[in-house]
């Protein structure tokens, strides 16, 4: 055990402070430090390992995610690995996409799995969940479902990226029957079956051994309208056998959650769930969770449509506005883990936050037209880095999290059209983050003064530094948001028994909040990396304004 009263100080003032430097638009009494704030790790108390599969990700046949973001087809002039977008692989073995989430969302709930598998020019039209919200000018595709990328396409997608899948069953509109045949379809062994001949005939005759099933998506809205209790009997009915093959192969299931502080779903699920016999608990290995910040009226109305705010025109009160609803996602995550210990007291079950992240208004779209299309800023960069902080902070609660969504949707890591590509802010800081994945998380103590702001003429605030360290050997991550849109901090940074013998610092910022990438210019944001000068007198970091930092200390 580390002496807890050891500290080591060391001077990490350089590069902060030569990133604040490169920023423009702020005056020098806007980036004048405050010393006043200090971030301690406690090395000697983890919390737990951080799950890879918290940086997780999610794609639905929705817009122009599929159809123009992964699959560009096999004929495509666009560079492609069979038919998937070369450029989004390459990204995501850069960010070790862990696993992803497919194919919906609502659209999962109205999808026939059989529609996406055999010949594909044998493979029927249909109409696509999201045909009433899409645009008369939106491509065909977008509307009518052509089933070109099925299951075997995405299992190609995810091979290549080396992720795990994650599928989601219809519970709405296919009976149970259907479920156990795609687990069938995806993991009987070859040979044995008449599925696993039908995916061998698509050139697959190993199984693909998919661990991850959602039990339908939503299901107090569009995945059936079904009240918890309802809910939690479809539920039962639908797993009560489901195929397995071997040892090791055991299904992760995950059963649909809430989307607020409310507990009334959790509860009236398990209660419902449990009415049965205490065993059914060993039916369920996560709830689902979902959180989009959406409402941006600072109170004024609770309309899905109004409450939004825009994706790239804010002011700094609306970027504080954001933060505020996305912190929202730790209390949900704590309400509802309190809710799931009444019925799992030897806590098997984990949260598996599925969907999270901003919701815009249209009118932000790169590519004009694409549904819930929206160009992801520096706001929601630090948006993004303030969520994957949170989650690493509860290593014991959440097992895995999917941003939504991964291309040309909500909150995209990339944008793309035709033969066109960007990575977004966003994309930087999964890049910057997956130093984090599968090491220990660590406690770790932040003091800042707080934001003060002026909220629609009543005084309000927001905690003026966060983020999360884990370790791995001897290798120390620290991540950190400086929400601060005009101050930067200039932070002690005390390690409890340790002492530094190198580091570097990654840094994303600008002076501009609304600094984003686009076709035209794909690099206007993107992270720096410096050396840290590591001469001990100087124990502070300077975090800039507006920014995320990755800070990567090599102990001794
Ligand atoms: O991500 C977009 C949609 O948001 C999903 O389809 C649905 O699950 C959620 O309401």
Not at 446 to 453: D, E, I, L
Request: charged share 20%; aromatic share 10%; with cysteine.
């Amino acid at each position: 055990m580390l002496p807890r009263r050891e500290f080591v100080r060391t001077s990490l003032l350089a590069a902060g402070a030569a990133a604040c430097a490169s920023r423009t638009r702020f005056s020098a009494a806007s980036q004048a430090a405050s010393a006043d704030s200090r971030i301690e790790v406690l090395l000697d108390e983890p919390l737990g390992t951080i799950s890879p599969n918290i940086y997780g990700h999610f794609t639905e046949h929705l817009g122009g995610v599929v159809y123009d973001g992964m699959w560009v087809g096999e004929n495509s002039p666009v560079a492609n690995v069979q038919g998937i977008r070369k450029r989004l692989v390459d990204e995501m073995r850069k960010i070790k996409a862990p696993v992803v989430r497919y194919p919906g969302g609502c659209f999962a709930d109205s999808y026939n799995w059989r529609d996406g598998v055999g010949p594909p020019d044998k493979r029927p039209r249909r109409t696509n969940f999201w045909n009433d919200a899409e645009k008369e000018s939106a491509p065909d595709n977008h509307k009518f479902e052509p089933n070109r990328f099925g299951t075997n396409e995405f299992i190609r997608f995810c091979k290549l990226i080396g992720a795990e899948p994650y599928l989601a069953a219809n519970l709405r509109s296919l009976p149970a029957e259907e479920f156990y045949h795609w687990v069938e379809y995806c993991n009987s062994p070859a040979g044995s079956t008449t599925l696993a001949d039908l995916r061998a005939a698509a050139g697959s005759p190993e199984p693909f051994n998919v661990r991850f099933w959602g039990v339908g998506n939503e299901s107090w809205g569009c995945g059936g309208n079904f009240t918890a209790q309802e809910y939690a009997v479809e539920y039962r009915r639908f797993v009560t056998w489901l195929p397995h093959y071997g040892k090791g192969q055991d299904l992760f299931l995950v059963a649909s959650g809430p989307y607020t502080e409310e507990t009334s779903w959790t509860r009236g699920f398990f209660e419902e769930l449990l009415r049965k016999g205490a065993d059914q608990l060993r039916s369920v290995q996560g709830l689902s969770l979902h959180h989009y910040a959406w409402n941006l009226s600072r109170g004024r109305t609770t309309d899905w449509e109004k409450g939004k705010g825009s994706a790239l025109e804010f002011e700094p009160m609306d970027w504080y506005e954001l933060l505020r609803e996305g912190q929202r996602i730790e209390g949900i995550m704590e309400n509802h883990w309190r809710a799931l210990g009444e019925y799992d007291g030897q806590r098997r079950i984990k949260l598996i936050v599925d969907e999270w992240g901003p919701w815009y208004r249209p009118g932000s779209e790169l590519t004009p037209g694409n549904l819930l299309e929206q160009i992801p800023t520096l706001r929601d960069a630090v948006f993004s880095a303030m969520t994957l902080d949170i989650f690493n902070r509860h290593p014991d609660k959440v097992a895995m999290a999917n941003c939504a969504q991964l291309i040309n949707c909500l909150n995209s890591l990339y944008l793309a059209h035709e033969d066109k590509f960007c990575v977004t802010p966003v994309g930087h800081v999964f890049a910057m983050y997956a130093a984090h994945q599968g090491g220990q998380s660590l406690r770790t103590i932040f003091s800042a003064p707080p934001v003060r702001y002026d909220r629609d003429g009543k005084p309000a605030s927001f905690w003026g530094l966060q983020g999360s360290a884990s370790l791995r050997g001897k290798e120390l991550q620290l991540t950190v948001v400086n929400p601060h849109v005009s101050e930067a901090r200039e932070t002690s940074i005390l390690l409890r028994g340790a002492r530094i013998a190198s580091g570097s610092a990654t840094i994303l910022t600008n002076a501009d909040l609304h600094t984003h990438n686009t076709f035209a210019q794909p690099a206007a944001l993107e992270p720096q990396t410096k050396p840290l000068s590591l001469t001990s007198a100087a124990p502070t970091f300077v975090f800039p304004p507006a920014s995320v930092t990755r800070l990567t200390l090599m102990l001794a």
